[in-house]
């Protein structure tokens, strides 16, 4: 069942099923590149902000990583079975 | 003539790099500038096992060698032999976090193909036990084809090991580079690359409780989360006054002995005037607020070290979304409070240009240390020592609304800027989060060092000088009988045009003339006044009257708060001026920054000399 990232439950391990590169402006892209995003990757959503739970705290791989609900929208993703 | 060996210290931000290089350098650090942009370029020496001596240069942290800001530039052109100002190094130390092995193999594996000698940090190998993270070196050699050496800087363990390490390694022959490097330049694939060694080092995975995230459950949490910051922010500037209030008695007990060994020694005249009212009088009055200055910057350096001041801005981000901007800019922005200089020069981790520009903007709204000795110096003479219940005593109170009225100014600002001369773009609010980490206190020491060196120099350069000036300009000519040192003199001239132009706002002649000299550095504003003061006072039991008491025998109290309102808003500072040029490369930025604030300060000042004049105050 795949979800996007901004729908994820809290601490519910996932892996990245695939994310909308071209959704997102090539610095962000980037950006969210160098912070470990990738298909196939573990991930779980932590922690949310005060006000609405945005932004949201990501563990992606190893790091823990600040993105908005925005942005979460491009990442879908499947709660890994356990 | 041989040069000494230049070992360039590479990493991801985050990888404990500064840490490492304190640890191998000890506090023999040199801060320059690269020529041309304003990355600092921090180094230091040390002595290796054999005796040789080696120049270890400490670069900004990257995530990759396709750089998205000046740091990474920099970074970049260094290890590539490319950057103006800096030889190619002889060798490299790569600092990896052993606790994100995955995601910084990935800038390793760049680096490595450069094929210079390379020796590889694997840091923080104590926090990647504690969460249960075994990883083996060994294996991580023969992946990579380096040597790597464990090392937990922040304790300093490993350093003689990476000294060995570097001995071996500096002196060795260049590798060629394997492949044309296109598989370093697609970044998906080196990633790929990356975890799979990552995933062949790790011996043994437990899933040990990870503190962080423990810490952080509380710490983001939705409602103690934000109360939580607002604590620390309230311990924070409360403990700046209350802390210094002892060590400031004793600098001002130190400046005033000292005006009485110059007063014993040299006879009265030019050069005692000079001595006591000019060098002591006018530099003293902005020393003693070091103790203040200090106790700022020993909670900003905590807040980093920690790992807390991107919860903050974590914290921080839907506020600043609201007037267009991001948690990313809430760093610079608290930075700002202690100095507004590293703030803007912070700015340079926001990518996107627009949202850059409004946080360098109104990074001079946010009260900095600079202000403090003028609001002290105000609010002491003017503002009763009266509680207004709970426990909060009024001069607080004043001060704490000094500082609110900077943040909402700021705020206020930045809605407009990002409407208008900022207009568009949205980059959003990506970051990472570090771990938690106990600081090392000799990082901390290290970092407070520096700052007040800066902050002394600074007194013994800038204010020193513009506080001599000003005593010559108030000291000559010299007043004819019946005439006042203040009204014959050159500065009092030029005063007087300005004078013009501030009467409206509620501004006396000695404002005006200790506006101008202040426009160097704010804190000489109070310089200036006890300068001006203390040449215009003739009677011997007069002049040892303190500032205070000047102030308080001349100034209306509607003086006082517009006089307050201005420096909440005045740009009155060259140094933001100076580096905002550099920032933004030009002059068409510091120039609208100097415009619109002053703008601001007119307003505000005048507003708030008429509002307390019709309330009778």
Request: aromatic content about 6%; proline content about 5%.
């Amino acid at each position: 069942m795949s979800l996007r990232l901004d729908q994820l439950p809290f601490r519910t391990p996932a892996t990245v099923t695939g994310v909308e590169w071209t959704s997102l402006t090539p610095i962000e892209a980037r950006r969210l590149r160098n912070l470990g995003l990738d298909e196939g990757v573990a991930i779980e959503a932590l922690h949310g902000g005060p006000v609405g739970r945005d932004p949201l705290a990501v563990r992606i791989g190893r790091m823990m990583v600040a993105i908005r609900r925005s942005h979460a929208q491009a990442v879908m993703v499947e709660a890994t079975a356990t | 003539m041989t040069s000494i060996p230049l070992v360039a210290v590479v990493g991801n931000p985050n990888a404990g790099k500064s840490a490492l290089f304190n640890m191998l350098t000890g506090a023999r650090q040199k801060v320059g500038n690269y020529p041309g942009v304003t990355v600092e370029r921090k180094s230091g020496r040390l002595s290796l096992p054999d005796g040789r001596p080696l120049e270890l240069v400490d670069l900004p942290g990257a995530y990759s060698l396709d750089p998205s800001s000046p740091d990474e530039e920099v970074t970049r052109d260094v290890v590539l032999g490319k950057q103006q100002g800096e030889r190619l190094p002889d060798a490299l130390l790569l600092v990896l976090d052993a606790t994100n092995l995955d995601n910084h193999l990935r800038f390793a594996l760049q680096i490595i193909a450069l094929g210079l000698p390379t020796v590889i940090a694997l840091n923080m190998v104590d926090l990647a036990r504690r969460d249960g993270l075994e990883i083996d070196p060994q294996a991580l050699e023969r992946e990579l084809g380096v040597p790597v050496v464990e090392t937990v800087a922040v304790r300093r363990r490993g350093g003689d090991e990476i000294k060995e390490a570097l001995s071996g390694a500096v002196g060795a022959a260049r590798r060629v580079r394997a492949g044309d490097g296109a598989e370093e330049r697609d970044i998906a694939a080196l990633q790929r690359r990356a975890r799979a060694i990552a995933r062949a080092a790790t011996v043994g995975e437990t899933g040990a409780r990870r503190w962080t995230h423990f810490i952080d459950h509380v710490a983001l949490h939705p409602v103690a989360g934000p109360l939580i910051f607002a604590a620390i922010m309230f311990l924070m500037f409360q403990a700046v006054f209350a802390w210094s209030e002892a060590p400031i008695g004793w600098l001002e007990d130190l400046i005033a002995s000292s005006q009485g060994l110059v007063v014993d020694a040299i006879p009265a005249g030019f050069l005692r005037s000079m001595l006591v009212d000019g060098v002591l009088g006018g530099v003293g009055a902005v020393i003693v607020f070091l103790p203040q200055i200090l106790i700022l910057f020993l909670f900003i350096l905590l807040l980093e070290a920690t790992g807390y001041m991107v919860r903050a801005a974590f914290l921080m981000d839907r506020l600043m979304a609201r007037v267009g901007l991001s948690g990313h800019a809430f760093i610079p922005l608290l930075s700002s409070f202690a100095c507004a200089v590293p703030g803007i020069m912070a700015t340079r981790t926001i990518e996107d240009p627009k949202h850059r520009i409004t946080t360098i903007l109104i990074a001079p709204l946010m009260t900095c240390s600079a202000r403090l000795p003028v609001y002290a110096v105000i609010i002491g003479a003017f503002i009763p020592a009266t509680s207004v219940g709970w426990g909060v005593g009024l001069q607080g109170l004043v001060l704490f609304g000094l500082y609110a009225l900077g943040i909402v100014g700021a705020l206020l600002a930045a809605l407009v800027l990002r409407r208008t001369v900022a207009k568009g773009s949205h980059q959003g609010f990506m970051m990472e989060m570090p771990k938690y980490q106990v600081p090392s206190i000799r990082d901390v020491a290290i970092g407070l060092w520096t700052r007040a060196m800066i902050f002394l120099k600074r007194a013994g350069t800038i204010i020193l000088i513009s506080t001599i000036i000003l005593w010559a300009l108030l000291s000559f000519p010299q007043p004819k009988p019946g005439e006042t040192a203040l009204d014959s003199s050159i500065a009092g001239k030029i005063a007087s045009v300005l004078e013009v132009g501030l009467r409206p706002i509620g501004f006396n002649h000695e404002i005006a003339l200790a506006l101008v000299p202040a426009m160097a550095a704010r804190e000489v504003a109070v310089s200036a006044l006890a300068t001006a003061y203390s040449i215009q006072t003739e009677d011997e039991t007069k002049a040892e009257q303190s500032l205070t008491e000047q102030l308080r025998g001349r100034w209306s109290l509607p003086t006082a708060l517009a006089f307050l309102a201005w420096f909440v808003f005045a740009p009155q500072c060259l140094s933001t001026v100076a580096v905002t040029r550099r920032e933004t490369n030009g002059w068409k930025w510091p120039a609208f920054m100097l415009a619109y604030l002053f703008a601001l300060a007119y307003l505000a000042a005048g507003a708030t000399f008429w509002a307390a004049t019709a309330l009778g105050l």
